[in-house]
């Protein structure tokens, strides 16, 4: 028996390195795939269906009562005049509410820490609107109750699907015939998509600033135009490419 298994190992240990020799060698590096990136920039304008104004009151008195008392009573008067136009309560809000001390400035030779003189209170109001024809008014209406500040109208969307739709569309079309037109004079053709990111969407509303107040004041009516709101996007794409043949189109 023992004679046996000696025979035996003796057989196999030759073996061995033989196998490790005939080991599989290891596959050769995949080349990098060649890759074009391109981006796109797309644009939608649509009219809105949204307005914000700002809107209130600036008072300044020698005591901070007597200033906050004063912006009290011209807030409360636009607030009421403009809830009489049928806008709701929860479309009316306070944006801005401040009261700040005044400093008289130390005459020439005098030291020390300057003087309060008075005090500064403030009263803003942001009216969100879904009837664009109500801009004017309100405005006209605050005036009227005794706003001597005015900090511009914002249009904007409520609902900004159907645009951002748009623009995204618009951006992908831009990108693929900027990468075509790449493609063409590279003398490559592109084979795949092998990646789409959205690089942000951004809507800019037409900006409406107040004009002096002295201005609007004197006007019978304020007049708003609403124009339109772009709405635009940014797309990555990368495309897989490949040289293009000897002979023949590269499409």
């Given at each position: 028996m023992k004679t046996t298994a000696i025979l035996v190992l003796a057989v196999l240990l030759p073996a061995l390195p033989a196998r490790a020799q005939a080991a599989r060698p290891e596959a050769p590096p995949v080349p990098p795939v060649p890759i074009l990136t391109v981006s796109g920039e797309g644009e939608s304008r649509v009219a809105p269906d949204e307005a914000t104004v700002r809107l209130g009151v600036t008072?300044?008195?020698?005591?901070?009562?007597?200033?906050?008392?004063?912006v009290n009573r011209t807030a409360n008067a636009i607030l009421d005049g403009i809830r009489k136009l049928g806008v709701p309560a929860e479309q009316i809000q306070t944006s801005d509410l401040s009261l700040n001390p005044l400093y008289s400035?130390?005459?020439p030779g005098e030291s020390g820490e300057p003087r309060i003189s008075?005090?500064?209170?403030?009263?803003?109001?942001?009216?969100?609107?879904?009837?664009l024809d109500q801009v004017g008014p309100v405005i006209d209406t605050g005036l009227a109750?005794?706003?001597?500040?005015?900090?511009?109208?914002?249009?904007?969307?409520?609902?900004d699907q159907t645009a951002r739709a748009e623009a995204l569309t618009a951006a992908v079309a831009a990108a693929r015939s900027k990468a075509q037109a790449l493609a063409r004079a590279l003398k490559v053709r592109l084979v795949r998509i092998l990646e789409v990111a959205e690089a942000g969407v951004q809507i800019s509303p037409p900006p409406y600033k107040g004009r002096v107040m002295m201005q609007a004041a004197m006007a019978e009516t304020t007049p708003v135009s609403e124009g339109q709101v772009g709405v635009s996007a940014n797309v990555m794409v990368r495309w897989e490419i490949e040289p293009c043949?000897?002979?023949g189109a590269c499409e």
């Open positions: 008072s300044q008195a020698q005591t901070a009562r007597a200033a906050q008392e004063q400035q130390n005459r008075g005090y500064q209170a403030s009263n803003i109001v942001t009216v969100r609107l879904t009837k109750a005794g706003a001597n500040r005015l900090e511009g109208v914002m249009f904007g969307l409520r609902n043949p000897a002979q």
